[in-house]
């Protein structure tokens, strides 16, 4: 008869997540007794900063919350300030938005296919190793993250904390020969994305089947990013101002991240809701080649993330290429806006999900209090239902060492960005 | 001809400007070369500096470092004294080191790479650098001047 373990394990440092957190596993008698994503990061009140300030500073200040998606949150604010404001923008400013979008979903997704989740599947610890058996493919990776960093740097004068969004279009415009030049690189960087893909389809991961419900934003005319409203998984279809009608948020003693529930629940956010809720709307060219590779939407295995990412790559080039066809510099690249008081919600597709913001302005376009809820936190919630399924699928009774990759597999799915700011997680594991 | 370039890396934070100063100091003392030189200020370049080591035949890079030692202290790094704190590499601190080790698996380090350290103390955004540091700053231009000259006899 096998003996059912009850073991303690303490690894004190997880890799490759952003952020400071913990990871708190006890298993006792071969069953998961306690199981805590802790994020211990000192909150850092961004919304607090907000108040008082003038809408023309907001698309700087909160492009400071993240280093790598700084447009997601200049663009949601910019959004939310434009609805009230009743600016509509010109055909131009929507299409660049989208086009700068692009560039920050490819940057943000090469580097966490290759620095971060791919070493997993490979046996590495770190890129750095994984580039010794792979240097093709990690180079190229690199190649594509740096085009996603010059496609951020044409619209917003650098590629962390652009400076390129106001209120009512962008700064500037970018010339025609300097839009020239990139349309070559995002032509040749198309071959670049599939290979990217089919590299990517063809890592083993696990075989893993959850029910969860996933959420994006979703528009008619084209692959959701800095437009739509909010969709379910299980037919929720509203606009950002509903947003608390539906999904909450609250308080955990173990973090300092809120968690948010839909309905009571936990929800994914992210690429592979995105794709889930949304691959009708790809072109026909990629849904040609997820076919070819095999790839089934929707998909239930989060481990499908790294290729969802692929995925969201080769569409982001695309969609920048397509858009920038037939480019023209704009008499203004900005409408002007006058300000008034009243609440405003805004909601985008960061890279990592779902960006919401609230606003709360005065008449004189002053903000009076501010909401902003980050991908990462409507994740926090899934990430420990999933890491509860997953472990159990998984099977307790591997070593501590593989138990813990796991965890850390998992984890990595979400991309988690806990604050921006550091790069540890810790993991606490007990079995008693 | 070689290509030489020389990468000042660092912020507008005080100390960390130390790799900006040395190579502002190193074109004030009007540096004389054979090589074929090219001289750049990156600011927190992450995975970019990959890409300007590949088609030099020499890459001097100056960073500000903290070890503990005393403000303005200087210090080269030979390849194998590289420390291999990568088990924290993040797509969001994408540092130096990360960077170089990154470059050393793909096998693209130039012919000769010499990686300066200029110990720092404080790195506060908006402030100068110590004294201490910017005299170590011109300190180390005389010396890379000066390996240049002798390089190119």
Redesign the interface.
Same mark, same amino acid.
């Given at each position: 008869m096998t003996e059912r373990r009850s073991v303690a394990i303490h690894v004190p @440092?997880l =890799? *490759?997540v /952003?952020g400071e957190g913990a990871l708190d596993l006890r298993i006792e008698q071969g069953d998961i007794a306690e199981l805590r994503l802790r994020i211990f990061e000192p909150p850092r009140f961004f919304e607090k900063f907000l108040e008082g300030r003038h809408y023309s500073e907001i698309p700087d200040m909160v492009a400071r919350i993240c280093? #790598?998606c700084p447009v997601a949150y200049q663009v949601t604010a910019a959004q939310a300030l434009e609805r009230l404001f009743n600016v509509e923008l010109s055909p131009w400013a929507q299409a660049m938005r989208r086009v700068f979008y692009c560039g920050e979903w490819i940057q %943000?997704h090469s +580097?966490?296919i290759h +620095? +971060?989740a791919a070493p997993d599947f490979f046996g590495c %610890? %770190?890129? #750095? /190793?994984l580039? *010794?058996i792979a240097?093709d493919e @990690? *180079?190229r990776g +690199?190649r594509i993250?740096?085009l996603g960093?010059e496609l951020m740097d044409l619209f917003g004068a650098r590629s962390?904390h652009p400076v390129g969004v106001r209120v009512g279009g962008f700064h500037g415009a970018p010339s025609l020969a300097h839009i020239r030049d990139m349309r070559e690189k995002l032509r040749a960087a198309l071959p670049e994305a599939e290979a990217l893909i089919r590299w990517a389809a063809a890592i083993p991961v696990p075989q893993d089947d959850q029910a969860f419900v996933s959420v994006a934003t979703q528009h008619p005319a084209d692959y959701a990013i800095e437009r739509g409203e909010i969709v379910t998984s299980d037919g929720l279809r509203i606009g950002a101002e509903a947003f608390d009608a539906h999904f909450a948020e609250r308080h955990e003693p173990h973090s300092t991240a809120l968690f948010s529930t839909y309905h009571g629940q936990p929800y994914l956010v992210g690429p592979l809701a995105r794709l889930n809720l949304n691959h009708a709307h790809l072109p026909g060219a990629i849904r040609a080649l997820l076919a070819d590779i095999g790839f089934v939407l929707p998909s239930r295995n989060l481990f499908h993330s790294l290729l969802a990412r692929a995925v969201e790559i080769w569409l982001a080039l695309h969609e920048a290429l397509r858009l920038l066809d037939g480019y023209r510099v704009p008499d203004s690249p900005w409408v002007p806006a006058t300000p008034r008081a009243g609440v405003t919600t805004g909601c985008t597709e960061a890279p990592r999900g779902l960006l919401w913001h609230r606003y709360e302005m005065d008449a004189e376009g002053r903000v009076v209090n501010a909401r902003i809820v980050p991908p990462t936190s409507q994740n926090q919630g899934r990430i420990e239902e999933d890491l509860r399924l997953s472990l159990l699928n998984f099977g307790l009774d591997h070593p501590d060492d593989a138990l813990r990759l796991h965890c850390e597999k998992v984890i990595r799915n979400y991309d988690p &960005?806990i604050s &921006? =700011?550091?790069?540890?997680l810790r993991m606490n594991v007990a079995r008693i | 001809m070689s290509k030489v370039r020389i990468l000042g890396i660092g912020s507008p934070s005080g100390d960390d400007q130390a790799g900006w100063l040395t190579v502002d100091a190193l074109a004030d003392c009007g540096v004389q070369s054979e090589h074929e030189l090219a001289i750049d200020k990156l600011d927190r370049p992450g995975a970019s500096l990959i890409g300007l080591l590949e088609q030099a035949d020499w890459v001097i890079l100056v960073d500000a470092m903290q070890s503990g030692d005393r403000p303005g202290r200087i210090k080269r790094f030979d390849q194998d004294a590289w420390p291999g704190y990568t088990q924290g590499l993040s797509s969001h601190g994408l540092g130096v080191l990360d960077a170089l080790s990154l470059a050393r698996a793909f096998g693209i380090l130039p012919p000769r790479l010499d990686l300066y350290g200029i110990e720092i103390a404080l790195a506060c955004p908006g402030g100068e650098a110590g004294d201490d540091i910017q005299a170590a700053a011109r300190q180390l231009a005389r010396h890379i001047a000066a390996d240049l000259a002798t390089a190119s006899r």
């Open positions: @440092v =890799a *490759r /952003e280093g #790598i %943000s +580097l966490h +620095l +971060l %610890s %770190s890129a #750095i /190793e580039a *010794r240097p @990690v *180079r +690199l993250q740096g960093n962390v &960005c &921006c =700011a550091t790069h540890f | -």
